[in-house]
């Protein structure tokens, strides 16, 4: 998982506005805004350590992309329960998609609905929380 969706994911799981964690980062919301935009990266190893902290994550998580980002983005941003249903919904999408029963193109489409349908309601959450 790219750096700007983890961060993205985990403020807001974590019900944070982005005002509020560039206080805590000692920047400018305008660049968390671009942290989350893909835009730009942190410069500053204070600032991987600082999400660590902020976050309780390892600083490497925030450096590294990986195939597992998203069950420790789940787990970082909604604790054990969140991890929990990640691993499950990516091993039954595991078993699907191992199946061979989907097309290509029906594998495709799956994939692009469930992230579509992620997004769709984190903004609406994040909305309803007054949280950009």
């Known amino acids: ?22 206080k805590k980062l000692d920047v400018s919301r305008r660049t968390i805004m671009f942290y989350e935009q893909g835009e730009t990266l942190p410069r500053y190893e ?44 990516v091993t039954e999408l595991s078993g699907l998609f191992a199946g061979g029963r989907l097309s290509e193109n029906d594998t495709d489409a799956v994939m692009l609905a469930l992230q579509q349908a992620y997004w769709k309601v984190k903004e609406q959450k994040a909305k309803d929380k007054g949280i950009t």
């Not at 998982?1 to 560039?22: H, N, P, S, V, Y």
């Not at 590294?64 to 990640?86: L, N, R, T």
Request: proline share 2%; charged share 35%.
């Open 1 to 22: 998982m790219e750096f700007a969706k983890k961060l993205r994911q985990i403020r807001l799981g974590c019900e944070m506005t982005q005002d509020e964690l560039a």
């Open 46 to 89: 204070r600032i991987y350590e600082s999400l660590a902290e902020i976050f309780k994550t390892p600083v490497d998580f925030w450096k590294c992309e990986s195939d597992s980002d998203f069950e420790d983005a789940a787990k970082y941003a909604y604790g054990s329960s969140g991890k929990q249903q990640a691993d499950k919904l």
